[in-house]
């Protein structure tokens, strides 16, 4: 079971990321942040709004979705690129077991 965690933890995180920031609705004035530099008082952080940002982009809203983060395009197709990248090892590690009996 341990293994099983630790061989798709990467996985599962990034579709589930994926996955709620798609239900997320992205409209709402206020939010829960978990911004470590909002903790410490500091007004800048290069990621706050990515989030919005990907949620504004599933929910088709392409000028919100800039606004929110300029970076929100190009981070859902590194996230989807990851995950496509992180699918196919499993699948060829899969069927290199059942084949070979490596």
Known sequence: MKLLFRRYFELAF???????????????????SFCIFKFIGIKFCP???????ISYLFHGEWRASFAAHPLGIFAVIVIAFRIYKLSML?????????????
Do not use: E
Request: hydrophobic residues 40%.
């Open 90 to 102: 499993h699948i060829f590690s899969h069927l290199q077991t059942h084949f070979y009996g490596q």
């Open 14 to 32: 990034w579709i589930t990321a994926l996955l709620l920031l798609a239900l997320m609705n992205p409209g709402t004035g206020t939010h829960y």
């Open 47 to 53: 990621g706050c709004g990515l989030g919005h940002s």
